[in-house]
């Protein structure tokens, strides 16, 4: 399955029944961490929408971090950009996204000693 179908824009994702939990983060780049996540939230509604922020210094592009996301069976679609943000069922991720990479980034330097860049 051809799952780049999950790409929509917000409109279209909110359209249809049932509950909807809305997630925003920069899944960058896309680790185990997230999929549990995103599978926890997924559990308790009956649509996962992703919304595909753009960190700071990205380590791969936006359209390249949406098709990942969409490949995961959890999610339902997959936005790209910043819609309104301002609606307040939408859980933000980007700190601990953040934090997830940061901590990433701190083990593959322990293992490999600090890479330069």
């Known amino acids: 399955m051809d799952t ?3 790409l929509v824009d917000l409109e279209r994702a909110l359209a249809g029944g ?3 939990a809305i997630v925003a983060g920069y899944f960058d780049p896309l680790i185990a961490a997230h999929a549990r996540r995103l ?3 997924k559990s ?6 992703a919304v595909i922020l753009e ?3 990205p380590l791969l592009d936006s359209r390249a971090r949406a098709e990942l996301v969409a490949a995961l069976a959890c999610v339902d679609t ?3 950009g ?3 943000l301002s ?3 939408i859980l933000h991720e980007e700190t601990a996204d953040l934090a997830r990479r940061a901590d990433l980034i701190a083990k593959v330097r322990a293992r490999h000693g600090d890479l330069a860049g």
């Open 55 to 57: 960190p700071p210094d």
């Open 78 to 80: 997959v936005v790209i």
């Open 18 to 20: 049932g509950r909807t």
């Open 44 to 49: 308790k509604t009956d649509r996962l929408i």
């Open 87 to 89: 609606r307040t069922d």
């Open 4 to 6: 780049r179908c999950k």
């Open 39 to 41: 599978g926890e939230l």
């Open 82 to 84: 910043a819609p309104d």
